[in-house]
């Protein structure tokens, strides 16, 4: 008779390092990096055989969470700019 060996989960991980890189690579939307962020972190206290590939991918979710905020706030402020120079000139 044989025994089965479990071997450790390192799903959540996985995923989470697989939506951060695909995220920064991609450019995936803002959606995709929450996602991966929230799964890293599940990940970082239920499986510890994956603790290095949960910290890169909260790593990778965060630098991608800060580029999505950094591009939305570029967008608004161009805009905000392009507004105030209408009227500025009258239009």
Known sequence: ???????????LGTASLV?????????WTFFAPVVGLCLGIASRSREPMA????GWGILLNLVALAVWILV???LVLGGTVAVWTGVQQGR
């Open 19 to 27: 939506l951060g890189v695909c995220s920064l690579l991609a450019g």
């Open 1 to 11: 008779m044989t025994t089965m060996q479990h071997s450790p989960r390192t799903g």
């Open 51 to 54: 603790r290095g590939r949960a």
């Open 72 to 74: 939305g706030l570029l």
